[in-house]
Nanobody, 124 residues
Framework: VQLQASGGGLVQAGGSLRLSCAAS????????MGWFRQAPGKEREFVGA???????????TYGDSVKGRFTISKDNAKNAVNLQMNSLKPEDTAVYYC???????????????WGQGTLVTVSS
């Protein structure tokens, strides 16, 4: 299974970006997909995750630092997970990673598959 993350870039504080993570090459055994981020010199931080709870229903959960600003959604047609980031702050600057095939949203070690990361830079 491969995960391909895209959508990173440079944005001014207060702006928005949309990241996407497309999965290909297989199926997952577990029902959670997530986003993490890592800033220079810091540990990998949980951004959010989405859990399949049956039929076409996915339940999101978020890290405290992004609640109310970021939204995770599942695109079943494209087998992708999107991360809509609004009201961005300079402290959101990091490399963002998507991950898949976990039974729980955290910690990162629970995830089997990881994307390559996409850089988000928020200028003040």
């Amino acid at each position: 299974v491969q995960l391909q993350a895209s959508g990173g870039g440079l944005v001014q504080a207060g702006g928005s970006l949309r990241l996407s993570c497309a999965a290909s090459g297989g199926t997952f055994r577990s029902n959670v997909m997530g986003w993490f981020r890592q800033a220079p010199g810091k540990e990998r931080e949980f951004v959010g995750a989405i859990r399949w709870i049956g039929s076409l229903t996915w339940l999101p959960t978020y890290g405290d630092s992004v609640k109310g600003r970021f939204t995770i959604s599942k695109d079943n047609a494209k087998n992708a997970v999107n991360l809509q980031m609004n009201s961005l702050k300079p402290e959101d600057t990091a490399v963002y990673y998507c991950a898949a095939d976990s039974t729980v949203p955290q910690p990162p070690a629970n995830y089997i598959y990881w994307g390559q990361g996409t850089l988000v830079t928020v200028s003040s």
